[in-house]
């Protein structure tokens, strides 16, 4: 089974987007947007205090009728954020968002946020693993070496 490092490598070196706790919550669905993502890591001096997601604004802010401009990322992110390392393998990154009704995971390498795994990215690498497995199958059943 491969690693978030695998994962992390086939998702390219896009750099880690982030926003910080005073920001708007307009600017983090705005960046979010923008970068085709669906949560940000929330940092002050460069560490990790929580994180902010489109299901975030979606159940506390819209729902509760606030205004994104007006509401800051602090007042609405998740302080218990769950992470991996780079060395943690696929399989139990997909258990501990199952574990934890989550979609995304923040990667930190000795206490630095190097990265953010979504469901996606991590369904996308067992996909392509089990294709290529299917694939060697084949080859063996048709006698190639």
Known sequence: MKTVTDVLRHKGNGGVHSIVPIASVYEAIEVMAVRHIGALPVLQDDKLVGI?????????????????????????????????TPKDRVDACIEKMREHHIRH???????????????????????????????QLEGYIRGEP
Do not use: N
Request: proline content about 0%.
């Open 52 to 84: 902010i997601s489109e299901r975030d604004y979606a159940r506390k802010v819209i729902l509760k009728d606030k205004s994104s401009k007006q509401t800051r990322v602090s007042e609405i992110m998740t302080r218990d954020v769950i992470r991996v």
């Open 105 to 135: 995971l923040v990667v930190e390498d000795e206490g630095i946020v190097v990265g953010m795994l979504s469901l996606r990215d991590l369904f996308t690498e067992v996909i392509a693993e089990q294709a290529e497995t299917i694939d």
